[in-house]
């Protein structure tokens, strides 16, 4: 009988042992607790998870967000440890009362892990168990629950009876006409993803009206969220059909008084566009986006300014060119001049895009104007968007047109005050080196590049030597031995030893770049010349520029050339060139 009663106490074990641990105090014992679960499911066996682990589960549903948030979690991936799909059902009490609970991270994690149980569900237990879960949420008394039921009714209704379908039609229409604001949000949200999933017919008699009064609805944080919705019934119907039953909608938001539900229309114009088609852009779409681009907000020009080029590439063909040229290009104009510098950067982002579509006659006539122009304007953040997307230009009319404009725009950031945007030159320059073309490069920027490696702040410099990389990349070790390196090897001289230093970092990025014999014809022996430097710093970085450098050398040179001025940087006074030395003497012989 003892031995007998051990072994219950032992069969006991792991919940009694989760019970004291959900019971301390302290929080990250629990949230431990709680992270392991699925071992102690396991440790169980899925028939007492079932009795015994899930109703105590749910009976504790009381804790700090941040345990219950991970038991949120833990559930939705649970069902194989209850024992199966047969079994999902078990874990719907616990999630059930985690949909409920305050804090919203962790109600929308318990609907997450409901969705992904309802897919595991047969339709039986579906009817029997899931949907009676969805519709007690969905009439629950605090909004909490209200608000969680959206989102469930999109993954049960295709498998549910004609009969329970019509059910949850119903309900969601009480949902959506809720007197509580975050529930009607949480329709709103929802509501293209039900659409989705419920039958045409139904789509144009039930849900269509429940779109009708959520875009209508007193809150606009309501009104904005039906603009999603819009976009998949609107996807979903006939072109007769969206022009009757969506398109007056529609056109009330995109006038709307509040401006976040403007901001939310143009935000979601080239998905809206997709979504009604050509005729009905041609028609609707186009003056609405011309009135969004003109907006009395800021945050709706530039969202709508930020949509320009998808907008026009989408066009249908026919009339493409004759919509851009005469409704769409004088509100591109107009925000070229725009007071806001939010708008102009995203036009400046866009704008270039426009060449492409308009070819090249149109662009060197109409908007290689705007581009000099906006290449000028006193905002660093709109020079450098059109000078990152000078490829759509050079495609269709060729840099010339463009270069003598660009290079007063280009010096003007290069010397900006602020090192951000000096930083963010440099970035491009390898892409305009490309595009502008050897000669124009080393006449016009390579002294401008050099001038980068002098740079005050170390991040700049940093982000020079890199660069030096990519255009001996571009260009060739031959271009790099007559251009800039005898220039870089230059500042080994130079009175300040932060240049010196520079010097080294380029030495070492240009070496694999160049290859053995400029490596060791020319950039050793100033490395070498360097080793006597009176500043500690250097020297050590003498020894790591000589073993970063090292595969590049021709190897004869290594023992009578390298070897002895490492030999001798390893009996440094300074205790870091020792190191870097005797680091460098170990790496090297390890290449041999």
């Not at 169980?44 to 589960?57: D, N």
């Not at 079994?87 to 719907?92: D, Q």
């Not at 410099?461 to 030096?468: D, P, V």
Request: with cysteine.
């Amino acid at each position: 009988m003892a031995a007998s009663d051990s072994a219950g106490d032992d069969s006991l074990y792991p919940i009694a042992v989760l019970i004291d641990e959900l019971k301390n105090e302290d929080v990250q014992l629990r949230l431990n607790s709680i992270k392991k679960l699925s071992t102690i499911a396991l440790a169980l066996g899925v028939e007492r998870t079932r009795t015994e682990l899930i109703p105590f589960l749910t009976e504790t549903i009381y804790d700090e967000d941040e345990v219950l948030l991970a038991l949120a979690e833990q559930l939705g991936n649970f069902t194989v440890l209850v024992g199966g799909p047969e079994h999902a059902y078990c874990l719907l009490p616990p999630l059930e009362s985690l949909a409920t609970v305050e804090e919203t991270v962790v109600r929308d994690r318990a609907v997450e892990s409901l969705r992904n149980v309802a897919v595991q569900h047969n339709p039986g237990d579906l009817e029997t168990h899931f949907i009676p879960l969805v519709l007690r949420l969905s009439s629950g008394d605090w909004f909490t629950s209200r608000t969680s039921a959206c989102g469930l009714y999109a993954v049960c209704y295709p498998r549910a009876s004609a009969t329970i379908k019509a059910d949850l039609r119903s309900h969601f229409r009480t949902l959506c006409t809720d007197d509580t604001p975050m529930v009607r949000r949480a329709a709103a949200g929802k509501l293209g993803e039900l659409a989705r999933a419920v039958e045409l017919e139904y789509v144009k008699s039930d849900l269509i009206p429940m779109f009708v009064n959520l875009a209508q609805d007193e809150q606009d944080s309501v009104r904005l969220l039906a603009v999603d919705a819009c976009i998949t019934i609107a996807s979903l119907l006939e072109q007769e059909d969206v022009e009757q039953l969506v398109m007056p909608t529609l056109r009330q938001s995109t006038g709307d008084t509040s401006w976040r539900v403007r901001y939310m229309v143009a935000d979601h114009f080239t998905n809206l566009q997709s979504a009604v088609g050509d005729e009905i852009t041609r028609t609707d779409l186009v003056p609405a986006f011309q009135s969004l681009l003109k907006d009395t907000e800021a945050e709706v020009r530039a969202a709508a300014a930020n949509k320009v080029r998808d907008f026009c590439a989408n066009l249908g063909k026919p009339h493409q060119e004759s919509i851009i040229m005469t409704n769409i290009l004088p509100c591109v104009k107009e925000l070229v001049a725009d007071p806001n510098q939010h708008v102009k950067s995203a036009l400046a982002s866009v704008i270039m895009g426009l060449s492409p579509i308009l070819g090249r006659h149109n662009t060197v006539e109409h908007l290689l104007p705007l581009f000099l122009s906006q290449l000028k304007d006193e905002c660093p953040e709109v020079r450098l968007n059109i000078i990152s997307n000078l490829d759509c230009v050079n495609e269709v009319i060729g840099i010339q047109q463009l270069s003598q404009s660009l290079l007063p725009a280009i010096v003007e950031l290069a010397e900006d005050s602020k090192w951000r945007v000096r930083s963010a030159i440099i970035e491009y320059m390898p892409l305009l080196a490309g595009q502008l073309g050897k000669e124009f490069f080393d006449e016009k920027l390579n002294a401008l590049c050099m001038t980068w490696l002098m740079d005050h702040v170390f991040a700049i410099r940093e982000a020079a030597t890199m660069n030096l990389r990519k255009l001996v990349d571009q260009f060739g070790a031959e271009w790099a031995e007559n251009t800039i390196i005898p220039k870089v090897l230059a500042m080994s001289r130079d009175q300040n030893y932060l240049y010196r230093m520079t010097c080294l970092f380029c030495i070492n990025v240009l070496a694999e770049a160049c290859g053995s014999d400029i490596s060791t014809r020319l950039l050793m022996p100033t490395v070498l010349s360097m080793a006597g430097d009176k500043v500690a710093n250097v020297r050590f970085n003498v020894a790591k520029t000589l073993q970063k450098i090292a595969p590049q050398l021709d190897q004869a040179v290594i023992q009578p050339q390298v070897k002895p001025v490492l030999d001798k940087l390893n009996g440094d006074a300074d205790i870091d060139v020792k190191y870097s030395a005797s680091e460098a003497i170990t790496g090297i012989a390890a290449l041999g």
